[in-house]
């Protein structure tokens, strides 16, 4: 009786590490977006769920949306208007608007260690 | 015991995940991002962000109060010894490239525009009167340089391993901790996704030009930054990106601007006469050509041979 007990024990303990190492190391779609400015993380976001709002900052504001699981700025009041010209992104390099110094990085992006470009 | 040993386990896998130390820069018009990995990594970070902010205040082209820029205005600089062997070595490359590579066009990207975004087409009097000026610019350079030089810094203050992005250029140093390559993505030049992972193992430099980094519109005519020093325009050379790989960063930098203006075929030349860098190209119609040493993965590619 004892025994049996201990090899459920195991068998739950084996589960949740092989579920935690899928969930932290496993190839999973990028879903999350992390938006940052000056090194802070300001916000996280789903990108399954569709938004729209605005981040402001001290030189700005950006005006973010998440659609269809992708992410853009869809409008800011920076000089350059790069981060508006990127248009909708679900992976790859970060979105920047430079001149606000904010950052949109992907997460869970966890097969790649680093992006090139 | 057994509940001590599952214990053990989910710390270990939970431990095995993350760098030490993250840190998000702002130097040289752009967002770097370093991941280091070893003890005392604050230290080394920090170390990291006083090294790129003299190394800006040195070469920045933009910054009036530069090394680089009283050059440029024809003073007579006293550079220390590493710094002249920069400039040094940036002239020996570009010899090396036929001129392909080109570090001193610095009034041709700001007859375009590209330094004060008074993006606008320069005339033809323009173009020449700008080539003519031969003055500075380690815009193609730098960054490259400046991930060769951190890691001269992690290797004094042994740091484990850690994963370099300067804006796009990514600098690997160390080995990953499971002893598996580092995989780097390259981007997708019409955005969204990575279109192919190369793998690299140890200290090593990656880094692309791309039409897609930096451009403006004129008429429905894209305008890039990478331009060819034989006539003054953006380069022209049925490619989109160039990702070249060496053990030496500021060599990548340099020569993945060269390969780009020089194109697939005049690329290819170039590698077969050189051995110490890989390159991935992406041409107009979406093809990837890979040179033979390169690990790539994730994508359909031609390979180029020696």
């Known amino acids: 009786m004892k025994s049996k007990y201990w090899i459920l024990l195991l068998a739950a303990a084996l589960i949740i590490c092989l579920a935690l190492s899928l969930m932290l190391m496993g190839g999973s779609p990028v879903t999350r977006a992390e938006i940052s400015s000056e090194g802070k993380i300001l916000k996280t976001v789903d990108l399954n769920i569709d938004q729209e709002f605005t981040i402001t900052v001290d030189s700005g504001t950006n005006t973010i949306t998440v659609k269809d699981g992708a992410i853009a700025v869809t409008a800011a009041d920076c000089p350059d208007q790069y981060c508006v010209a990127r248009g909708f992104c679900n992976s790859g390099t970060q979105i920047v608007c430079l001149p606000h110094r904010l950052v949109i990085r992907f997460l869970d992006n966890e097969t790649i260690d680093g992006m090139v470009g | ?306």
Request: with cysteine; proline share 2%.
């Open chain 2, 1 to 306: 015991m057994k509940r001590l040993i599952c214990l053990f386990l989910i710390c270990i896998l939970l431990s095995g995940c993350g760098a030490n130390t993250q840190k998000t820069l702002y130097h040289m018009n752009t967002v770097m991002h370093l991941q280091l990995w070893g003890k005392d990594c604050e230290t080394a970070a920090a170390r990291c962000d006083v090294i790129l902010r003299d190394l800006e205040s040195l070469w920045s082209v933009t910054d009036a109060n530069s090394s680089l820029s009283a050059i440029n205005r024809g003073q007579d600089v006293k550079l220390d010894g590493p710094y002249q062997a920069l400039l040094n070595q940036v002239e020996a490359l570009s010899q090396r490239t036929g001129g392909a590579f080109n570090p001193k066009l610095y009034a041709l990207s700001n007859a375009w525009g590209f330094y004060n975004e008074e993006f606008r087409v320069p005339t033809a009097e323009e173009i020449t009167e700008a080539l003519s000026q031969e003055q500075w610019d380690l815009g193609a350079a730098l960054k490259g340089y400046a991930g060769y030089r951190l890691t001269l810094e992690l290797d004094k203050l042994k740091v484990d391993r850690a994963m370099l992005n300067l804006g796009g250029n990514i600098q690997t140093y160390g080995e990953k901790a499971d002893g598996s390559p580092w995989k780097i993505g390259i981007q997708n030049p019409d955005g969204g996704d990575y279109l192919g992972i190369i793998s690299v193992t140890g200290t090593m430099a990656v880094v692309t030009s791309g039409d897609y980094q930096r451009y403006f519109e004129v008429d429905g005519v894209r305008y890039h930054h990478i331009l060819d020093p034989e006539t003054g325009f953006p380069a022209d050379s049925g490619l989109r990106s160039v990702t070249v790989i060496c053990d030496d960063g500021l060599t990548a930098d340099a020569f993945s601007t060269a390969l780009f203006v020089m194109g697939l075929e005049d690329g290819t030349r170039f590698w077969r006469a050189s051995d110490d860098f890989e390159a991935v190209f992406i041409t107009n119609d979406g093809k990837i050509h890979a040179t033979e040493g390169v690990n790539l993965s994730g994508c359909d590619y031609e390979v180029i041979f020696r």
